[in-house]
C-alpha cells in the first residue's frame, strides 16, 4: 500500500528509524531541503537510498529549486539561479524573456536529473500585490498576471523538457497574503471577482500542468473558516473555476499557519480534496502522525498521481550546456537574490 504522503529527512543520509518507518508506511515521495545536501555523490545516494525504502525505481524525489531566495542546491557544487522576477526584468522582449524562462527550466532541470530527483516545487505563479508580505516578492514573475502565467509555463516547459516534473504554486493564489504562512495563518479579504480576474488567472493558463501545490490561506469570499488547503470549497473552486484536474500536493503540513496535531492536519487535507500531503521537516513524530492521517494513495487521487509521473521524460531534450550557460550568462551574469531571507531554508 502507497501512502498519500510525502515526507523528508533529518540529515545527510537516512537513520534506521527512518528506514524503518519509509519501509512500513511506503510514503509516495520524498523531498530533498539545504540539511539533506552536501555534495553529488552524498545526494545522489541519499535519492538511492530513500527510492530503496519503497522499492520504487522512479519515486518521487522533490526539491524547491525556483532560483533567488529559494534554491537548495547552490555553489560550489552547483550554479546559481536568478528568482523569477529577474526574467520579467532581463529583457523589453517578451518572446525572449520565455525564451530565458525556458533554458533556466531545462538548465536547473539538467542539475536535478544528475541527482536523480524528478520533481521540482515551481513555478510560482502567484501574483503579488502591492501591501502584502514580501515572502513571494522576487519569486514571482513581475506583477502582471499574463506575463507571469507566460513566464511560469516556459519555466515549466523547460523543466518537463529535461526530464523533471513541475509543480506550480501556491494554487489559487498567495500574492495577496499579509503574512508569511511558514509562521502565521494568512487572511486575504479579496472579493471573488478581483481573485478570479488576477490571483487565479495565471493558475487558469496554466490548468493542464501535472501538479499545483497548495496554499494554507483563507480566502474569505470562498469559505472565512479553512484555509485552502483544509477546504473543500476552495478545492472545488481549484478543480471546477479553475479548471485544474492535476495532482494536488499541500504546503507542508508543518508550517504554523495551519492548527492541530499532524494526524488531523493530514487527515483534513484529503478530505478537503488534497491528493497528496507534504511534510517537510523530518521530524518523527510528525511524520508518524502524517502517515497516520493520510492514508491509502487510492482511487481518482492515485489516477492523477500516475498521470503526473507519466509526464516524466525517459529522455530528455538534448541541451548543449556550455552554449545554454553562456546564453544565460548574456543577461544574468551574477545575478543572485538580494532582496529578503531565504525561504523554507531548514
Known amino acids: 500500500m502507497t501512502r498519500a504522503c510525502i515526507l523528508g529527512c533529518a540529515g545527510l543520509a537516512l537513520t534506521p528509524e527512518e528506514i524503518a518507518l519509509y519501509r512500513d508506511a511506503r510514503p509516495w515521495g520524498f523531498i530533498l531541503f539545504k540539511r539533506n545536501i552536501d555534495n553529488p555523490d552524498q545526494t545522489r545516494a ?23 531566495r529559494v534554491r537548495r ?14 526574467f520579467a526584468q532581463a529583457t523589453n522582449d517578451p518572446m ?22 524528478n520533481v521540482d516545487c515551481a513555478p510560482v505563479l502567484d501574483v503579488p500585490q502591492p501591501g502584502a508580505h514580501d515572502i513571494i516578492g522576487d519569486r514571482a514573475f513581475g506583477a502582471e498576471p499574463a506575463r507571469i502565467a507566460a513566464l511560469g509555463r516556459a ?19 498567495h500574492g495577496r497574503a499579509m503574512a508569511d504562512s511558514h509562521h502565521d495563518l494568512p487572511v486575504v479579504d479579496a472579493p471573488r471577482k478581483q481573485l478570479e480576474a488576477v490571483d487565479f488567472s495565471t ?35 481549484v478543480r471546477k473555476d479553475i479548471g485544474f484536474s492535476g495532482l494536488v500536493i499541500t504546503d507542508d503540513l508543518s508550517m504554523k499557519a495551519l ?45 492523477r498521481a ?39 531554508e531548514a
Open 46 to 68: 541519499l535519492v538511492d537510498q530513500m527510492r530503496e525504502c519503497v522499492g520504487v525505481e522512479n519515486a518521487p524525489v522533490l526539491i524547491d529549486q525556483e532560483g533567488g
Open 73 to 86: 542546491l547552490r555553489p560550489p557544487h552547483w550554479p546559481d539561479y536568478p528568482p523569477a522576477q529577474a
Open 96 to 117: 525572449t524573456a520565455r525564451e530565458l524562462a525556458r533554458l533556466g527550466g531545462r538548465l536547473i532541470a539538467h542539475d536535478l536529473r544528475a541527482l536523480g530527483i
Open 155 to 173: 519555466q515549466a516547459e523547460g523543466l518537463l523538457a529535461g526530464g523533471v516534473l513541475p509543480v506550480i504554486k501556491h494554487i489559487p493564489g
Open 203 to 237: 493558475f487558469r493558463a496554466n490548468s493542464d500542468m501535472p501538479a499545483a501545490m497548495t496554499a494554507h490561506i483563507v480566502y474569505t469570499a470562498i469559505d472565512r473558516q479553512k484555509p485552502a488547503t483544509q477546504s473543500r470549497k476552495v478545492m472545488s473552486v
Open 259 to 303: 492548527g492541530g496535531d499532524f494526524q488531523s492536519r493530514a487527515r483534513d487535507s484529503v478530505a478537503a480534496g488534497c491528493d497528496v500531503v507534504l511534510h517537510c521537516n523530518g521530524v518523527m513524530e510528525e511524520m508518524k502522525g502524517v502517515v497516520a492521517g493520510a492514508g491509502e494513495l487510492k482511487g481518482e487521487a492515485r489516477r
Open 306 to 344: 500516475a498521470q503526473a509521473l507519466a509526464r516524466i521524460v525517459r529522455e530528455p531534450e538534448p541541451l548543449d550546456v556550455e552554449w545554454a550557460r553562456a546564453r544565460f550568462a548574456e543577461y544574468f551574469d551574477g545575478v543572485v537574490a538580494r532582496a529578503g531571507p531565504a525561504v523554507g
